[in-house]
């Protein structure tokens, strides 16, 4: 269980630069708005442009009248409804009629949802309640729950059928051994019988022969019984993973041992002449699994990926960058067969002379930042041609692209402010920070950015100066900003979420979600939170306070960073490797 460290700092209001250091560590009100009107509104009239659905939105029958849904109070109406699938509620109930389309509109409906899909011991939303897109917060929790809370399930009990049955199989290969051992000594005996009948004549060979058959029978029966005591999970286990080993050496064409065709030359035949019942094969688990996992062909990078973006709306196209020095783009239509399109600078074999550290998108334009201390622009619409260079006095190790400008957070301490469009595109630096900038997130209006200095500060745009500097006991790695919010991870394996009001950056929490190293990336929407670290683990959560975990991943080398787009996942992990989970098709 996560447990929040620190929670509801109270942080000075004033606007001009302050440093501040933090150590580590609405009543539902019903809305009846609707209630008068639907209390008297009966739910047994067909509308007019809905042939056979109910709708009331064109009559308006007496109390006495009414006996539908629609005539119960709008209280017990918005608990009914929040009991059905969010995306019901906001697709198909307004197509029935326009009372039932106003439950999408009441928030007291989704806080209820939410309260259900969180618990009732938790604090959601982490900040604010004012103006939250509870619709798409409930959406999104209900997605997040019915994929990864119910794959983690299914891999939990996967890998144990499959541990469970490779543990049958070896021992039914003990078992195998031990029989064709048994055949190879009854043969023996044969020989020696044939020998001894020249010795001891026809009958007396009959009669030894006629006891050797009793004592082989009872062996049988033995052996038949014992098979038949086997549990039957474990014979199911002992057929899935035979098959599977069948599927991974090629084509059935002679499936020695396995399945119902194949005959084993050391045991003389198919298993049916053994007096065995084949075992039969395992039926696919249930829940089949809601997520696919895709990893994308080696034949990419040939070094460590640092970073990862899912670009084109739907999570169609994932860019990676490595210390390969390269910039490759995967079309995720192709699945496992992905052919990686690497992106050449103008006059190089390869994206960058150095190691490519950040990544950042929008529209067509790509951004990758690298350890050579420059920043090049990719044309997406042009198949990822080069459209531009601009150059650094530093490694560039944070990028965020607006749609104005393009920051860029460097190794020298500096935030620069470049205008793609201009020859010099350099508008503005600015000196927030003693050390590196690590991470950093802007909007139309503010600049926050995380140092190695154990500073977060804010900066106004518009007025043109820092609003605030904290100072904190970690320093943060990576960042996420978004509807007033500030989630980061920081080097310690903690996560703080900030909230930004009028220009005051304030803390609002501090989780330990079971990270022990480097926060290197965090993704946070209203109803999802994601988290990777490079103590090779990635997280998945609902955003509540403290953050409930439903899906721990588990990698073999620390996870560098993740992307989420339109439910899609990108993780990079271990040296060169890249994948991507998402919703099964």
Same mark, same amino acid.
């Given at each position: 269980?996560?447990? %929040?460290?620190?929670?509801?700092?109270v942080?000075? &209001?004033?606007?001009?630069?302050?440093?501040?250091?933090?150590?580590?560590?609405?009543?539902?009100?019903?809305?009846?708005?609707?209630? *008068?009107?639907?209390?008297?509104?009966?739910f047994?009239?067909?509308?007019?442009?809905t042939?056979?659905l109910?709708?009331?939105?064109?009559?308006?029958?007496?109390?006495?009248?009414g006996?539908?849904?629609?005539s119960?109070?709008?209280?017990?109406?918005?608990q009914?409804?929040?009991?059905?699938?969010?995306?019901?509620?906001?697709?198909?109930?307004?197509?029935?009629?326009?009372?039932l389309?106003?439950?999408?509109?009441?928030?007291?409906?989704?806080?209820?949802r939410?309260?259900?899909l969180?618990?009732?011991?938790?604090?959601?939303?982490?900040?604010?309640?004012?103006?939250?897109?509870?619709?798409?917060?409930?959406?999104?929790?209900?997605?997040?729950?019915?994929?990864w809370e119910?794959?983690?399930?299914?891999?939990?009990?996967?890998? &144990?059928?499959?541990?469970?049955?490779?543990?049958? %199989?070896?021992?039914?290969?003990?078992?195998?051994?031990?029989?064709?051992?048994?055949?190879?000594?009854?043969?023996?005996?044969?020989?020696?019988?044939?020998?001894?009948?020249?010795?001891?004549?026809?009958?007396?060979?009959?009669?030894?022969?006629?006891?050797?058959?009793?004592?082989m029978q009872?062996?049988?029966l033995? +052996?038949?019984?014992?098979?038949?005591?086997?549990?039957?999970?474990e014979?199911?286990?002992?057929?899935m993973?035979?098959e599977?080993?069948?599927?991974?050496?090629?084509?059935?064409?002679?499936?020695?041992?396995?399945?119902?065709?194949?005959?084993?030359?050391?045991?003389?035949?198919?298993? +049916?002449?053994?007096?065995?019942?084949?075992?039969k094969?395992?039926?696919?688990?249930?829940?089949?699994?809601?997520?696919?996992?895709v990893?994308?062909?080696s034949?990419?990078?040939?070094?460590?990926?640092?970073?990862?973006?899912?670009?084109?709306?739907?999570?169609? %196209?994932?860019?990676?960058?490595?210390?390969?020095?390269n910039?490759?783009?995967?079309?995720?239509?192709?699945?496992?067969?992905?052919?990686?399109?690497?992106?050449?600078?103008q006059?190089?074999a390869?994206?960058?002379?150095?190691?490519?550290?950040?990544?950042?998108?929008?529209?067509?334009?790509?951004?990758?930042?690298?350890?050579?201390?420059?920043?090049?622009?990719?044309?997406?619409?042009?198949?990822?041609?080069?459209?531009?260079?601009?150059?650094?006095s530093?490694p560039?190790?944070?990028?965020?692209?607006?749609?104005? %400008?393009?920051?860029?957070?460097?190794?020298? &301490?500096?935030?620069?402010?470049?205008?793609?469009?201009?020859?010099? *595109?350099?508008?503005?630096?600015?000196?927030?920070?003693?050390?590196?900038?690590?991470?950093?997130a802007?909007?139309?209006?503010?600049?926050?950015?995380?140092?190695?200095?154990?500073?977060?500060?804010?900066?106004?745009?518009?007025?043109?100066?820092?609003?605030?500097?904290?100072?904190?006991?970690?320093?943060?790695? #990576?960042?996420c900003?978004?509807?007033?919010?500030?989630w980061?991870?920081?080097?310690k394996g903690?996560?703080?979420?900030?909230?930004?009001?009028?220009?005051?950056?304030?803390?609002?929490?501090?989780?330990?979600?079971?990270?022990?190293?480097?926060?290197?990336?965090?993704?946070?929407? *209203?109803? #999802?939170?994601?988290?990777?670290?490079?103590?090779?683990?990635?997280?998945?959560h609902?955003?509540?306070? *403290?953050?409930?975990?439903?899906?721990?991943?588990?990698?073999?080398?620390?996870?560098?960073?993740?992307?989420?787009?339109?439910?899609?996942?990108?993780?990079?992990?271990?040296?060169?490797?890249?994948?991507?989970?998402?919703p099964?098709?």
């Open positions: 269980m996560s447990h %929040v460290l620190r929670d509801d700092t942080m000075s &209001k004033g606007h001009a630069p302050e440093e501040q250091e933090i150590e580590t560590g609405r009543t539902l009100k019903e809305d009846s708005h609707y209630g *008068p009107h639907l209390s008297s509104t009966s047994e009239t067909s509308g007019p442009d042939p056979g109910p709708c009331s939105s064109q009559s308006t029958p007496s109390p006495s009248e006996s539908g849904l629609l119960l109070p709008w209280e017990m109406v918005t009914i409804a929040s009991h059905l699938p969010a995306q019901c509620v906001i697709s198909v109930l307004p197509k029935v009629c326009q009372a389309g106003n439950i999408g509109e009441d928030s007291t409906s989704w806080q209820l939410a309260g259900r969180t618990g009732s011991r938790v604090k959601f939303p982490v900040g604010s309640r004012e103006g939250y897109d509870w619709p798409n917060a409930c959406l999104e929790m209900e997605d997040l729950i019915t994929c119910d794959q983690a399930a299914w891999v939990d009990r996967h890998t &144990k059928a499959r541990d469970d049955g490779t543990q049958a %199989v070896q021992g039914a290969e003990v078992r195998g051994e031990e029989e064709r051992r048994g055949e190879a000594d009854q043969d023996a005996e044969g020989f020696v019988l044939a020998e001894r009948a020249e010795e001891l004549g026809v009958d007396a060979v009959m009669e030894v022969a006629f006891e050797g058959e009793l004592e009872a062996d049988g033995r +052996a038949n019984l014992k098979e038949r005591r086997r549990r039957p999970e014979a199911a286990a002992v057929a993973v035979k599977e080993r069948c599927n991974e050496r090629g084509p059935p064409e002679a499936p020695e041992g396995c399945g119902n065709g194949g005959a084993n030359p050391q045991l003389g035949g198919g298993g +049916a002449e053994l007096g065995v019942e084949e075992p094969p395992l039926r696919p688990l249930s829940p089949t699994p809601a997520l696919e996992r990893p994308l062909p034949t990419g990078h040939y070094a460590q990926v640092n970073s990862v973006l899912l670009i084109g709306g739907e999570g169609a %196209v994932c860019v990676s960058g490595s210390r390969d020095t910039v490759i783009l995967w079309d995720l239509h192709g699945g496992r067969d992905a052919t990686p399109h690497m992106l050449r600078g006059g190089l390869s994206s960058h002379r150095g190691w490519v550290w950040c990544l950042a998108s929008r529209g067509s334009l790509l951004a990758s930042g690298s350890f050579d201390s420059t920043i090049r622009l990719w044309d997406l619409g042009a198949g990822g041609a080069e459209r531009g260079r601009i150059s650094t530093a560039v190790l944070c990028l965020s692209c607006q749609p104005d %400008v393009l920051l860029a957070g460097t190794f020298n &301490k500096t935030i620069s402010l470049y205008d793609t469009r201009l020859a010099e *595109p350099l508008v503005k630096s600015l000196q927030l920070h003693g050390k590196a900038v690590m991470c950093l802007a909007d139309e209006q503010y600049i926050i950015s995380g140092s190695q200095d154990y500073t977060v500060a804010i900066f106004d745009r518009r007025a043109g100066k820092t609003l605030k500097r904290l100072r904190l006991r970690s320093y943060l790695l #990576s960042m900003y978004q509807n007033g919010e500030v980061a991870g920081d080097n903690i996560i703080h979420a900030f909230s930004v009001r009028s220009g005051v950056l304030k803390p609002l929490s501090q989780f330990d979600v079971g990270h022990t190293s480097l926060v290197t990336g965090i993704h946070k929407s *209203p109803g #999802s939170l994601y988290t990777s670290s490079s103590d090779r683990t990635l997280k998945v609902i955003p509540c306070a *403290p953050p409930r975990t439903l899906c721990t991943l588990n990698y073999q080398e620390g996870v560098s960073g993740l992307s989420v787009e339109s439910g899609v996942l990108a993780v990079a992990s271990g040296e060169t490797s890249v994948e991507v989970w998402r099964c098709r």
